[in-house]
């Protein structure tokens, strides 16, 4: 027993005690570990946790801006208004409707949308109006179909925004 601890008459107390937040998380603390234990896990680099994922795009292209469509729906992309255009990512670009949908309008009946996509960059293309139940008043974008010749090789891109990766 240390002569130097002080005592109460009841109990030793040196001064400092817990408030109930503390002591809630000090006891939290304890059960992770043992829950660790348990089931053979363990963080011995102290990695932090991940960071929370934010589908939101800071610098959105002229003309785009966040649509709200119902949750739960799953909007094809392709890199342009039609079905006989490419579709991104392996032919299985999808846009969900439960993160962030942003849209500048229609073309030939196709909403042209841009959206976040898991390697940080962005998609824009066209998603069909059958693969979403929303009604969205946007307007009609005027495209002009102009061919021309390219003088030296081009990229094409679905991510004009962020990463500017080339289309191969």
């Not at 896990?41 to 801006?65: A, C, H, M, Q, Y």
Request: hydrophobic share 35%.
């Amino acid at each position: 027993m240390d002569p130097d601890y002080p005592w109460t008459g009841t109990r030793w107390d040196d001064g400092q005690h817990l408030t109930k937040l503390e002591w809630d998380n000090y006891t939290l603390i304890k059960q992770v570990r043992e829950d660790m234990r348990a089931q053979g896990t363990t963080n011995p680099t102290g990695k932090p946790l991940p960071p929370v994922f934010d589908d939101r795009i800071n610098r959105l292209l002229s003309g785009f801006e966040e649509v709200r469509l119902k949750g739960n729906q799953k909007l094809r992309v392709f890199d342009g208004p039609g079905e006989h255009y490419r579709r991104g990512a392996n032919g299985k670009a999808v846009a969900s409707t439960n993160g962030r949908v942003y849209a500048a309008g229609w073309e030939n009946g196709w909403l042209m949308v841009m959206y976040q996509i898991n390697n940080g960059g962005v998609r824009v293309g066209f998603a069909p109006p059958s693969d979403f139940k929303d009604k969205l008043d946007l307007p009609q974008l005027a495209f002009d179909a102009v061919s021309t010749i390219t003088l030296r090789a081009a990229q094409l891109t679905e991510d004009p925004l962020m990463a500017l990766t080339p289309i191969t």
